[in-house]
């Protein structure tokens, strides 16, 4: 099992496993005859407006692809990790400086206020508090393969291949994911091929450079087929 991370900038729910069941069966099914009628015609009004669900999100991203994305049936938010407390600082327990916390603001701006339905990040503390801005729980996975030390202490056991299985083979309409410089390129390329990692800014080594500080790989599905398009410095605050 993966180990979890608890967001702490928004009020989330914990997963099914860990809630507490809570339903008034009698009262639950009165408000569902009740509010019936409402909740038809407010689906019908929703799907009248047409409005795409992370508005703020596609407004970032090239004109020409707007209708390519909102027809698309699920999405993989991969970024690099905010900026550290300082540059040379590459442990585990790296923490986000002032500035990394600041995108991290940013980033949850962008996506909203309706939490993604997973979240993912190596067990570094930078990535797991930047995957805090989708405001779900945070599925960890090992930085490195052979590298199992996490966040917070203790170990993980879940690999990066298999968190990228996991998204992959998911029905979750948005995933966020946070990642280091030299493992990025990997979703982006298990999902969308490596000349579209190359185009987006990989190196040959499968890294991304300082500049891609708040860039967003945006990972979508239409017709079963991935496609990607990178938003440039959306959430750096610097």
């Given at each position: 099992?993966?180990k979890?991370?608890?967001?702490s ?5 914990a ?5 507490t ?15 019936l009628?409402?909740?038809?015609l ?8 047409g ?18 994305i909102?027809s ?5 938010l ?38 993604v339905?997973?979240a ?9 508090a930047?995957a805090?801005?989708g405001?779900a729980?945070?599925?960890m996975?090992r930085?490195?393969?052979d590298?199992p ?7 993980v ?5 298999e968190?990228i299985?996991?998204?992959?083979e998911?029905?979750?309409?948005w ?15 298990s999902?969308?091929?490596?000349d579209?990692?190359t ?30 398009v ?6 750096d605050?610097?």
């Open positions: 099992m993966p979890l991370f608890k967001p900038g928004r009020d989330v729910a997963p099914h496993m860990f809630a069941r809570r339903i008034a069966l009698v009262f639950a099914g009165l408000a569902v005859l009740v509010m009628p409402f909740g038809a407010a689906m019908t009004q929703e799907a009248d407006d409005l795409f669900d992370r508005p703020f999100l596609l407004g970032g991203a090239p004109d020409d692809l707007h209708d390519e909102e698309a049936d699920r999405h993989i991969v970024v690099r990790h905010a900026r550290k407390e300082a540059e040379d600082c590459n442990a585990i327990e790296c923490p986000l400086g002032e500035p990394g916390q600041a995108m991290v603001a940013t980033l949850a701006e962008l996506i909203g206020d309706e939490p339905d997973a993912y990040a190596s067990a570094a503390c930078r990535t797991a930047t805090e801005a405001g729980w945070v599925m996975h930085a490195g393969d590298y030390l996490a966040c917070g202490g203790g170990t056991d879940r690999t990066r291949g968190a299985n996991d998204a992959r998911s029905l979750n309409r995933t966020l994911v946070a990642e280091h410089s030299n493992t990025v390129c990997l979703w982006v390329a999902f969308a091929g490596r579209v990692a185009e987006a800014g990989c190196s040959e080594e499968g890294s991304v450079g300082s500049e891609a500080y708040g860039d967003i790989y945006w990972l979508y599905r239409v017709g079963g087929q991935w496609h990607a990178t938003l440039p410095g959306v959430f605050a610097e």
